[in-house]
């Protein structure tokens, strides 16, 4: 027997309730009396008053106790089956929009501002057009907001429009190695899908490909269900622009300055890439427009072959049965950078197969063991020809067209290499408020006080106070990364730096304090995000230590300018003091010698040149 249900009652092995003790001593009075037994239910029950006999209810389902304990009955495998179907990407990422940067009204704006610039820039650097960019914010509404960006790029061809902005996962980016700002194909349409879902508007895309082309207009949106383009209307149209695109989204939105607006973005994007032109037209009509200070596009990138190193065995697996090599040292050579025979055959004779194989025909272990070889071989760093960084000239003079500093200084590493992927660490700063020390030395080793300009003033926004934390730049083939910042490998790299070396004050397990932007960027054919919204750098280990040798030397060099401002500024206390009794030197030489005024005064100057000459800085 065992105790089940409610009360105490005991259950038999019949599942029959049986009276208890419990039961007994309930029905006893306080007196000692016994209470009258309770009216038994079923068969036994009394008739009613009028002596009619009455139908019993039927006798409730009996549930099976393992269901009783669950909540109900459960679904068979079979019926489960029957619920299961494809998942859309479309659809996948309607219900998880945060993971592509929106996943807030004021975060959207700038992410579907950003997606839009970023494949401008790329489409007019490929096409070789010096890129001449204009982005608009019009209030539609409360919490409304209509966003156009229009380019001068080589625009779209009319086939081509609806899947470039109504199906995710569609791009040239994605398979190709070379250097550009988009890579998944993701983006513009994630913002044309944003701009349906809140505000159940589809996109106006504007496109034209030349002179003698004709215009086209579409309405469109995304099929969520599917993932392919919903396009409402298609037509010919009149624009004034040769070439080029322009895309309206409205969307639900918010819109304010700070360090994560839309406006900063621009600025910094300015910094990044000095040969464009941007104008911002905010939501309260005014204008802004970033002037490019070059006339150089950035050198056209070269698509290269993966390098072995980068290549995981199960992608090795899928190269050999798609390869149309027949031998597999031709495959080594022909599908892979950086292998000659040489270094092909070597690889073969390491992973004990015969390098006249078929690829199609290798097995798993047989691929394994050459999966194995390739790691081991030394093969030559991947080419650097599809990567183009700015420079360490253009990065200098972003520097100074946006931010009013005191010092500046850049520094660009040397190509390095992770998982086969080629990159290089941009490093800049841009030290103090314009005046600096407040001190120049002239040619003749005087020491004076620097004008002010007062027609200048620091930009508040990129370098703060001298009591403030520094502000990061951080940027990932020439596009900013403004959110996720304590995320980034980036912000983990300053702060392991030890700034207090090179003059500056830093808190434990934080960034440096004081009035300096810092810069720092990675070109490579693969920038390792660590999720698809693109806004923080993954911290391999390769990436993180060329980034803190850059920092470190810019560090240095900071460093120097420190120490000579201190140096300066104590100079010219130590020459202030003793110039302050010069004049009375000279009023006793007068009295002593007895000199004529014009005497004395020139006694007084060839006293202060030697001052100066004596102690030269």
């Known amino acids: 027997m065992e105790f089940g249900g409610k009360n105490g009652v005991k259950k038999n092995e019949s599942g029959e309730g049986q009276a208890t003790l419990f039961d007994e001593a309930s029905e006893v009075t306080a007196g000692g009396g016994k209470k009258p037994a309770a009216k038994k239910r079923g068969k036994s029950a009394a008739l009613p008053s009028d002596g009619a006999p009455r139908d019993e209810p039927a006798p409730a389902e009996v549930v099976p106790a393992e269901e009783a304990k669950t909540g109900g009955r459960r679904k068979t495998a079979a019926e489960m089956a029957t619920k299961q179907r494809d998942i859309s990407v479309a659809e996948f990422f309607t219900k998880n929009r945060h993971l592509l940067g929106f996943d807030s009204p004021l975060k959207a704006l700038l992410t579907a501002v950003k997606e839009a610039v970023d494949n401008s820039l790329d489409a007019c650097e490929e096409a070789g057009i010096l890129p001449e960019i204009t982005v608009e914010l019009t209030a539609t509404g409360e919490d409304r907001f209509r966003m156009a960006v229009e380019d001068n790029g080589p625009g779209i061809v009319h086939e081509q429009v609806g899947k470039v902005f109504g199906k995710l996962l569609y791009g040239s980016k994605f398979h190709k190695l070379s250097q550009s700002r988009g890579q998944q194909g993701i983006g513009i349409s994630a ?16 496109s034209r490909t030349g002179k003698r082309a004709e215009a086209h207009e579409f309405l469109l949106s995304v099929d969520t269900v599917q993932n392919k383009p919903d396009i409402h209307e298609k037509k010919v149209t009149e624009w004034d622009k040769d070439h080029g695109t322009r895309v ?55 698509e290269i072959k993966p390098h072995p190193h980068g290549v995981e065995l199960g992608r090795l697996i899928q190269m050999l049965n798609m390869t149309a090599s027949r031998t597999l040292s031709a495959f080594m050579q022909e599908d892979f950078s950086r292998v000659g025979p040489k270094v092909a055959l070597d690889i073969c004779k390491a992973a004990k197969v015969s390098e006249k194989a078929h690829p199609s025909r290798i097995a798993r272990e047989e691929a394994s063991a050459l999966h194995s070889a390739i790691q ?51 490093v800049g700063i841009a030290y103090g408020k314009p005046g ?7 040619d003749e080793g005087r020491i004076v006080k620097r004008d002010k300009d007062k027609s200048s003033a620091a930009v508040e926004d990129l370098v703060g106070a001298a009591d403030e934390p520094i502000r990061l730049l951080r940027y990932a083939n020439r596009v900013p990364l403004l959110h996720q910042q304590a995320a980034c490998a980036v912000t983990k790299c300053v702060i392991q730096t030890e700034w207090r070396r090179y003059g500056l004050q830093q808190p434990k397990g934080a960034l440096p304090i004081g009035a300096m932007a810092v810069f720092v960027h990675i070109a490579s054919v693969w920038v390792p995000f660590t999720s698809e919204s693109k806004e923080a750098i993954a911290g391999y280990p390769e990436i993180q230590r060329e980034i803190k040798l850059g920092l470190q030397e810019c560090g240095r060099r900071l460093g120097t300018y420190i120490r000579k401002g201190k140096r300066l500024r104590a100079e010219f206390e130590k020459r202030g003091y003793i110039e302050k009794y010069i004049p009375h030197i000279g009023i006793a030489l007068q009295e002593i010698l007895d000199l004529t005024d014009p005497e004395r005064d020139g006694t007084v100057k060839t006293l202060e040149d030697v001052l100066q000459k004596s102690r030269k800085f």
Do not use: W
Request: charged share 25%; hydrophobic share 40%.
């Open 191 to 206: 913002a044309v899908m944003y701009g349906q879902l809140t505000t159940g508007k589809p996109a106006r895309i504007l």
């Open 248 to 302: 309206e989204i409205e969307m639900e939105a918010r819109y304010q300055k700070g360090l994560r607006s839309v406006d900063m973005y621009l600025k910094q994007t300015a910094i990044a890439n000095p040969h464009v032109t941007l104008h911002f037209v905010d939501p309260g009509q005014e204008r802004i427009t970033y002037e490019r200070s070059t006339k150089e596009l950035p050198p056209a990138v070269e």
């Open 376 to 426: 081991k071989a030394k093969i030559m760093a991947p080419s650097t020809a599809c990567i183009a960084p700015i420079g360490e000239e253009l990065v200098l003079l972003g520097l100074r067209k946006e931010i009013e500093a005191d010092f500046y200084y850049a520094n660009s590493r040397s190509p390095a290499v992770y998982r086969g992927n080629p990159f290089v660490i941009e």
């Open 436 to 442: 600096g020390v407040g001190l120049d030395v002239t």
